[in-house]
């Protein structure tokens, strides 16, 4: 452990193939051994190591803030941290910085950009498996849907039948509504060949077609801690 964390100075994340190696050198011979090992120090906090796809896995992170950081140079507030006009304008990238900040959808190019082109990859495993992303793939379009970043309000009413998910008896939870979209248009996707319905998203609102014909609308109401399901007829 003492030899991963000295390289804390200078280094974020160590591949895991680097971590099998300084196992190796104090004793620490099997890949079943090295595995308890790190699951140990995941648990404890030391270090995280998330093993729910290859690429989590492949990635060791010795300096947990650097992931944060990370996360925060997407989602962020465009008003109070903003990004830097003048170079995404040279790289052309103006519109994907639009698209981003309007639609709450990122290209790959931009999240290259936004993560330096250093560990895309593991980024956009963290944020799908996390529910912070999805994939947008309608109509021939494909960005990644980030729904935290959705800022404008649905003003009216859905119509259907429809359901309550209640939470006035203690409190609805910061970002569910947002993780909630994510996944239902993660569904969507499966359907991606079969000309789904391109989902109509708000801040506090969601219609979308979860397969073909089956159209759902979401609503968060902050006030009365509930989230409404409507299906329609």
Known sequence: LDKMLIRRQNESFLSLSRVRAIAQDIGLKSETEQDEALSLFHERGVLIHL??????????????????????????????????????????????????????????????????????????DLMRRTLLLSEWNFKGEKYFLIPSLLRKKFQSHANGVKCFFDFSDSFLPIGLFPRLLCLCVGFSNKFKHKATRRPELYKNFGTVELSPGSIIHLQEEIVSQRIILFAEN
Not at 90 to 101: A, E, T, V
Request: glycine content about 4%; hydrophobic content about 40%.
């Open 51 to 124: 093993t729910s796809t290859e690429t989590l896995k492949n990635t060791v992170v010795i300096k947990p803030q650097w992931m944060i950081d990370g996360l925060c140079k997407v989602i962020r507030d465009e008003n109070l941290h903003q990004f830097d006009t003048g170079d995404i304008e040279k790289r052309g990238l103006k519109k994907d910085l639009s698209l981003l900040f309007h639609e709450a959808l990122a290209t790959r190019d931009f999240l290259e950009y936004t993560w330096d082109n250093e560990q895309v990859d593991f980024f956009i």
